[in-house]
């Protein structure tokens, strides 16, 4: 579903250590680190997920009407067919991104699958296939971070046990976050003994 790169990871370890946007996230958040009062909580799902897969060059649909889904490891592509498992984690997949801000890079897609594995994938064959595959991948390649995730994840829930509702396009990232009892990455950074 999302490109991977051994070049993007190298990019990930760049990300900021500061607020530890995601890519997507350092792209759209023009504000500055110490200003949080632009908030991105306040966007429909609708204006995130479009703004997630024009930033990372996916498909408007997500990739539900391709035939194959094509990831790159490295200068390797490798091809798989777009089963229909695949197409229905893909959106609670897509929708996960945004609410916990993993980015579409191989150790965030790492990040991302030991999350939904830690949450519970349910029926999802897929979503555990794939997800299982690329959190071993990121155990090898950022294992404190994929374990990280993984443990978040446990005390979580997600999409693929709730569902997606009919209204998620009107939803709000804040909204979806706390429906998964996530707290947005910043808030986790700057969280501490009160």
């Known amino acids: 579903m999302c490109l991977f790169s051994v070049w993007t990871f190298h990019k990930a370890d760049r990300q900021c250590r500061v607020c530890r ?17 632009e908030s991105r909580g306040h966007w429909t799902l609708r204006e995130a997920r479009a703004r997630y897969l024009s930033e990372n060059g996916f498909d408007d649909d997500g990739g539900q009407a391709r035939n194959w889904v094509r990831i790159k490891i490295g200068p390797v592509p490798i091809m798989f067919p777009n089963t229909n498992g695949r197409r229905a984690a ?13 980015d579409t890079t191989l150790v ?3 990040e991302i699958g030991a999350w939904e594995l830690g949450s ?6 897929a979503a555990w296939i794939l997800d299982l595959g690329a959190a071993v991948t990121g155990l090898v390649l950022a294992p404190r971070r994929v ?9 979580c829930t997600n999409l693929y046990h709730l569902g997606v509702e009919a209204d998620w396009p009107e939803q709000t990232l804040d909204e979806l976050r706390e429906r998964l009892r996530l707290q947005a990455p910043h808030e986790r950074q700057g969280a501490g003994p009160t």
């Open 90 to 102: 893909l959106l609670p997949h897509d929708l996960h991104h945004l609410a916990t801000g993993y």
């Open 147 to 155: 374990v990280r995730a993984f443990l978040r994840g446990r005390r």
């Open 21 to 37: 946007s995601s890519k997507w996230r350092a792209k759209s958040d023009q504000a500055s680190h110490g200003d949080r009062s």
């Open 120 to 125: 519970g994938c349910r029926h999802y064959y």
């Open 108 to 110: 965030g897609e790492a």
